[in-house]
């Protein structure tokens, strides 16, 4: 289980949030520390990830810390306009 299985998870939960999920790009920019996961989406599927008040963004980020904490590595996500 490494890094390609955090890029993975996000991009599986991306796609059952979405209406585009073809649209989904996720991208992996390694660092010394952390892990930098980039989640890109169609525009009008842009609230779906985020969700309201964040919910959403912050429920994705609790589940890849998770699993990133299992991998003793950090990762952080970031979602791309």
């Known amino acids: 289980m490494g890094d390609d299985t955090i890029k993975s998870l996000v991009e599986t939960m991306a ?3 979405v209406d585009k999920p073809e649209a989904v790009e996720v991208t992996e ?3 010394e520390q952390t892990t930098v996961i980039e989640l890109k989406v169609a525009k009008d599927d842009l609230g779906k990830v985020i969700g309201k ?8 980020r609790i589940i890849m810390g998770a699993a990133s904490t299992k991998l003793r590595r950090r990762s952080v996500l970031e979602i791309i306009e």
């Open 15 to 17: 796609k059952a949030l």
């Open 53 to 60: 008040e964040g919910r959403t963004a912050r429920a994705l």
């Open 29 to 31: 920019v390694e660092g």
